[in-house]
């Protein structure tokens, strides 16, 4: 009985999460499989940050949207997403 005690309550936990998370898993089609490492200066990286945190916002987001408006600048028959 103990068992099939937990096994409900697992299972109600489970549905409360899928109720929680929409029951949908997270596309993949535009998924971040890659890295850029680059070395900056302290001081200009620790500027960056702070403002991307006082504006409510990631310095990886400010940098994606950079690298995204830079190539549909010089080349705008590329797709991004």
């Known amino acids: 009985m103990a068992f099939s005690g937990l096994c409900t309550n697992l299972y109600i936990l489970y549905i409360q999460s899928l109720h929680i998370m929409g029951g949908k ?3 993949t089609s535009n998924k971040k499989d890659s890295q850029l490492v680059l070395r900056i200066n302290r001081q200009e990286r620790d500027i960056f940050v702070e403002l991307c945190e006082e504006l409510d916002t990631s310095a ?3 940098i994606r949207k950079f690298i ?3 190539i549909t600048q010089h ?3 590329d797709i991004t997403h």
């Open 68 to 70: 995204k408006h830079f």
């Open 60 to 62: 990886a987001r400010e």
């Open 75 to 77: 080349r705008p028959t």
């Open 25 to 27: 898993k997270k596309k």
